[in-house]
T-cell receptor
Framework: SAVISQKPSRDICQRGTSLTIQCQVD?????MFWYRQQPGQSLTLIAT?????????ESGFVIDKFPISRPNLTFSTLTVSNMSPEDSSIYLC????????????????FGPGTRLTVL | AQKITQTQPGMFVQEKEAVTLDCTYD???????LFWYKQPSSGEMIFLIY??????QNATEGRYSLNFQKARKSANLVISASQLGDSAMYFC?????????FGSGTRLLVRP
């Protein structure tokens, strides 16, 4: 499986500021995703990061709040903009497209996550 | 719409015993994948095991096996010979159109 790193691993931020999270993969991957995990909750998909085009956002998530970049097949960033305490979560990137040819499902591998606290 | 249900918020198991974590799913797609992930307190998501909807046999990976009952739409995870390091959150997930939908998770505590 691919080796995935995220920076920063954790941060404490002030209300109204923005934070950019980086996700780096050690090999080219087709799919990259960003998830949010609020305290005590499960994971929710924010968006699919598309290389060379705008990200595809899930219902309830908008580009102005969570702008995403993916300049190449190994790197993506997620920005959490104009933060409020409700944005305190673990943010995880994942990669897929590494199980080509397997019918019915493609395993996603996750980065170590970024633990964000907004005061 | 696709949905994953995990009805056990928390489970206890004695060290060296086996434990089953329940997962049921709902989908109208004929082709799908089912996954289990482990999340320790550190927060990382660790892939454990995969089962494809067309797979004839139950998946196994070391001490992990998946009890797949397609007609009942269940995909229970069985952990054999539990170890203290197995204490964590466990999430069942389903893949459809390359997106993962997660259940609410089960917190497993292994007692020495």
């Amino acid at each position: 499986s691919a080796v995935i790193s995220q920076k920063p691993s954790r941060d404490i931020c002030q209300r109204g500021t923005s934070l950019t999270i980086q996700c780096q993969v050690d090999s080219q991957v087709t799919m990259m995703f960003w998830y949010r995990q609020q305290p005590g909750q499960s994971l929710t998909l924010i968006a699919t990061a598309n290389q060379g085009s705008e990200a595809t956002y899930e219902s309830g998530f908008v580009i102005d709040k969570f702008p995403i970049s993916r300049p190449n097949l190994t790197f993506s960033t997620l920005t959490v903009s104009n933060m409020s305490p409700e944005d305190s979560s673990i943010y995880l990137c994942s990669v897929g497209g590494t199980s080509s040819g397997r019918a019915g499902g493609d395993t996603q591998y996750f980065g170590p996550g970024t633990r964000l606290t907004v005061l | 719409a696709q949905k994953i249900t995990q009805t056990q918020p928390g489970m206890f198991v004695q060290e060296k015993e086996a434990v089953t974590l329940d997962c049921t799913y709902d989908t109208s797609d004929p082709s799908y994948g089912l996954f289990w992930y482990k999340q320790p307190s550190s927060g990382e998501m660790i892939f454990l095991i995969y089962q494809g909807s067309y797979d004839q046999q139950n998946a196994t990976e070391g001490r992990y096996s998946l009890n797949f009952q397609k007609a009942r739409k269940s995909a229970n995870l069985v952990i054999s010979a539990s170890q203290l390091g197995d204490s964590a959150m466990y999430f069942c997930a389903m893949d459809s159109s390359y997106k993962l939908i997660f259940g609410s998770g089960t917190r497993l505590l292994v007692r020495p």
